[in-house]
């Protein structure tokens, strides 16, 4: 799964992050500092299912379930075969 993190943690630097003094780590609150917003979360849960080939439901992409990069990571590690 470290390597899942990483591809999560890249994509959210290179995609949401304007402020490179900002650190991120896989336990940032990304939703809570701001980093990801509501918009944001269905852009990353978009590429996620396309990247991995999963389908997320709607119903458990909630901002709880994204609000790090560990635990997006445990949720799209569900998915995974």
Do not use: C, H, W
């Amino acid at each position: 799964m470290e390597n899942l993190k990483e591809v999560i943690l890249q994509y959210v630097i290179n995609e949401y992050l304007e402020d490179d003094s900002v650190e991120v780590t896989f336990e940032t609150p990304l939703l809570t500092k701001g980093i990801v917003d509501s918009f944001s979360m269905v852009s990353l849960k978009r590429f996620l299912e396309s990247k991995y080939e999963i389908q997320i439901p709607d119903d458990r992409a909630t901002p709880e379930a994204f609000d790090s990069v560990s635990k997006i990571a445990e949720l799209v590690d569900e998915f995974i075969d």
